[in-house]
């Protein structure tokens, strides 16, 4: 161990190319990332300053957006400075701090999207109770209940990792420090915290989309006893939106986990790993925009009130 060198930094392999396909991917990404916070942000304002969608929905709506803008602020910034820079160098106290925001924030998504489908069930299956049942204690308890949960599985981990011995080799083959890569640098046994990392996320993963698959079962079950078409239609409408986000999130991350499994290559894993990293955030308030009125209708509101002040 005296003879070799302690590492405190990594080094990114990114993705490969020339120069010129890594300036297009920054114009590119750097786009994406733009149009990413600048539409999250307005969907928060939005739902924040109009009065007609202070309702649970929205609630839940406004702290999805606020997620994606973290997420992608996690992400995107160091990604699109490695593309135009040759060493792809980062700290290893930032590296442990970019994988745990990265973590911490998926596992706060997949809870929040499992909530998100249960108050659709709540709204469809129990109307006449939805007010008494989702009430807003219960909603800023479901959302406490995110972030605290979601805190506790990712430190310990994390402080596991943080106390490990590298000594050896800094390169990750990845464009951003995802916490599998940083373990197999390690200089000691790791089997126990990827033991812990397996737990965790079938704990995780699994628990949001049970909760999703049942809700959306009494949903469906629920709306094909509605006798008239049009009501049905209206009903399926309120749950198209969120149900795209959550094949869009779990598609994705099913494919990370059993990645291992059918053993694709590493730079289809980084490409896989990078629309999951960047559709969602990009696509979900366009995808709520798009097909609810009420959120249009707000937008409106918004525009002509700043024209006319």
């Known amino acids: 161990m005296r003879n070799q060198t302690v590492v405190t930094e990594f080094i990114f392999m990114g993705f490969p190319g020339s120069h010129g396909l890594h300036i297009f991917l920054f114009i590119l990404f750097l786009l994406i990332y733009l149009i990413t916070i600048v539409s999250n942000f307005v969907m928060t304002v939005v739902i924040c300053v109009d009065l007609h969608l202070h309702?649970?929905?929205?609630?839940?709506?406004?702290?999805?957006?606020?997620?994606?803008a973290f997420n992608s602020s996690n992400i995107f910034p160091k990604m699109l400075v490695d593309f135009l820079s040759k060493n792809k160098r980062i700290s290893f106290s930032a590296c442990l701090t970019q994988s745990y925001f990265y973590f911490l924030l998926i596992s706060?998504?997949?809870?929040?999207?499992?909530?998100m489908s249960f108050d659709r069930y709540v709204a469809i299956c129990n109307p006449l109770r939805?007010?008494?049942?989702?009430?807003?204690?219960?909603?800023?308890?479901?959302?406490?209940?995110?972030?605290?949960?979601?805190?506790?599985?990712?430190?310990?981990?994390?402080?596991?990792?943080?106390?490990?011995?590298?000594?050896?080799?800094?390169?990750i083959d990845h464009y951003f420090c995802d916490s599998a890569a940083i373990v197999k640098l390690a200089c000691a046994d790791t089997r126990f915290v990827q033991l812990l990392e397996v737990i965790l996320a079938l704990i995780v993963l699994p628990t949001s989309l049970l909760l999703t698959t049942v809700s959306y079962t009494y949903i469906i079950f629920?709306?094909?006893?509605?006798?008239?078409?049009?009501?049905?239609?209206?009903?399926?409408?309120?749950?198209?939106?969120?149900?795209?986000?959550v094949i869009l999130v779990y598609g994705s991350a099913m494919f990370i986990e059993v990645s291992p499994i059918i053993n694709p290559s590493v730079e289809m894993y980084k490409g896989v790993s990078l629309v999951s990293n960047a559709l969602p955030p990009l696509l979900n308030p366009f995808i709520y925009t798009l097909r609810n009125e009420k959120v249009k209708q707000a937008i409106k509101d918004l525009k002509n009130r700043n024209l006319f002040s």
Request: net charge positive; hydrophobic share 50%; glycine share 4%.
């Open 55 to 68: 309702t649970r929905m929205y609630f839940f709506l406004c702290n999805l957006s606020i997620l994606e």
């Open 108 to 115: 706060v998504e997949f809870f929040l999207l499992g909530i």
């Open 130 to 171: 939805y007010t008494a049942i989702m009430h807003r204690q219960l909603c800023l308890q479901l959302i406490l209940f995110c972030w605290v949960g979601s805190i506790l599985c990712i430190l310990f981990p994390t402080i596991i990792i943080s106390r490990f011995p590298f000594c050896g080799a800094n390169i």
């Open 222 to 245: 629920t709306v094909l006893r509605i006798s008239s078409a049009d009501e049905r239609q209206k009903a399926f409408s309120t749950c198209a939106s969120h149900l795209i986000m």
